[in-house]
């Protein structure tokens, strides 16, 4: 039996022209939740009061519904209004060819990040950011600062202005890419002013 390849980018570009036809309003509201309870009953999913699970059981029940739940609706590409499929060899594929470590940010302020067993000792990274949350164009700077002076924080995770030069970032239009360069600017600078100048920058 050959292995399974992982997919290529051009296997999802070509999937994404070809692929089911779905809004992204019926993806959102009903595609995703139904699905998603539907494997919630199947894999008896259940955290109780725990926010991470610990039980080696239920762990390995979470990872076989979220493999199930990618063969099922697959990626919806927006843009085409068409589901990517995949199969599970593709998906296992994936994995198996995933990088196993990777570099964040340089210098002084470079962690690496690769997987966690359970009860590890190792600290995780730890993300600090509005995560693509919209913030005002006149604290978008002191903000960032906030997060990238504390200690504790590895990488920053931007948000979004709301405005550039007091004008709406509207979707399609000259201004969101200019407020996006602003944002790159403005990160930068904050990171900056705390010492931090090459701490990795994730995007909203």
């Known amino acids: 039996m050959v292995a399974e390849k992982a997919l290529t980018v051009y296997d999802a570009f070509l999937r994404s022209e070809k692929g ?11 595609v995703i939740p139904v699905t998603a309870v539907e494997l919630k009953e199947k894999y008896e999913i259940d955290f109780g009061n725990k926010f991470i699970p610990t039980d080696p059981d239920l762990k390995e029940r979470l990872f076989r519904a979220g493999i199930e739940m990618l063969v099922t609706v697959g990626i919806l590409n927006v ?14 594929a994936g994995i198996r060819a995933a990088p196993k470590r990777i570099q964040l940010g340089e210098n002084k302020d470079a962690v690496i990040l690769e997987p966690r067993r359970s009860a590890s000792r190792k600290k995780p990274i730890i993300q ?12 978008f700077v002191p903000m960032i600062q906030s997060y990238a002076q504390e200690p504790i924080v590895d990488t920053i995770v931007s948000g979004v202005m709301s405005t550039v030069d007091g004008i709406p970032a509207a979707t399609n239009t000259p ?10 600017r403005a990160v930068r600078e904050a990171c900056s ?3 931090r100048p090459y701490i990795s920058i994730q995007g909203p």
């Open 79 to 92: 843009d085409t209004g068409r589901a990517i499929i995949v199969t599970e060899e593709e998906i296992r």
């Open 175 to 184: 201004f969101e890419v200019k407020a996006t360069l602003a944002e790159i």
């Open 20 to 30: 089911p036809k779905i809004t992204e309003n019926v993806w959102d509201n009903n």
């Open 128 to 139: 600090g950011g509005p995560t693509g949350a919209t913030v005002s164009e006149d604290i």
């Open 193 to 195: 002013r705390v010492g």
